[in-house]
């Protein structure tokens, strides 16, 4: 099983249960929502190859995005 990669927004109310819903396979990184989230993301991404995996996004957001990889 391919380990899936999550961004989690800390706005979220309750961003703390879904990290704890998520298999110990799974990686997540916390999106600061002060600074920019995409730059954030593509931080975390530069270290990171040949990338197997779909990338979760959650966020409060009004802009809704479903990112595959």
């Known amino acids: ?4 990669i ?6 979220l109310n309750n961003y703390q249960s879904i990290i704890d819903s998520l298999s110990s396979t799974d990686k997540y990184f916390l999106i600061d929502s002060s600074s ?3 730059t954030q993301m593509s931080n ?3 270290n990171y190859s040949n990338l197997d995996s779909k990338l ?3 966020s409060l957001s009004k802009y809704f995005c479903n990112i595959k990889s």
């Open 1 to 4: 099983m391919a380990t899936q």
């Open 6 to 11: 999550y961004f989690i927004d800390t706005k």
């Open 36 to 38: 920019d989230g995409l």
């Open 44 to 46: 975390v991404l530069l």
């Open 56 to 58: 979760q996004l959650t």
